[in-house]
């Protein structure tokens, strides 16, 4: 139904960059908003990112405006998250996944992939 291949993560200094990579099966990837979720140990998993199909609309986290930039190229079935001016606050594993029209996260979504690990020294 959906598979979803994350990729680019890895450790970095404070002030660094990362450019993830997110490879999505759907069956409609065009027809999907995308996100890109973060989990830090002890927390929850969040949506950090978001965009619309078209590209017309964007949503972030308000922790991460201005330094991070979600994109996508539907005719590769890919999203894409960079990361810019990154800080230990970051570290997380980051996944990629679905998300509604409206950019939320999808209730009870359950097809995660296995993420990309984010690691931000100071």
């Known amino acids: 139904q959906v598979q979803l291949v994350e990729s680019g993560g890895g450790l970095v200094q404070a002030g660094g960059s990362l450019r993830l990579s997110c490879v999505a099966s759907?069956?409609?990837?065009?027809?999907?908003?995308m996100g890109w979720f973060r989990q830090a140990p002890g927390k929850e998993r969040d949506l950090v990112a978001a965009?619309?199909?078209?590209?017309?609309?964007?949503y972030y986290l308000d922790s991460v405006k201005g330094r991070f930039t979600i994109s996508r190229d539907n005719r590769k079935n890919s999203v894409y998250l960079q990361l810019d001016r990154l800080k230990p606050e970051d570290t997380a594993v980051y996944y990629c996944?679905?998300?509604?029209?409206?950019?939320?996260?999808?209730?009870?979504?359950?097809?995660w992939g296995q993420g990309t690990q984010v690691t931000v020294s100071s």
């Open positions: 996944a679905p998300v509604t029209p409206l950019l939320t996260a999808i209730p009870d979504f359950d097809s």
């Open positions: 759907l069956s409609t990837f065009s027809s999907y908003a």
């Open positions: 965009i619309t199909w078209s590209s017309s609309n964007t």
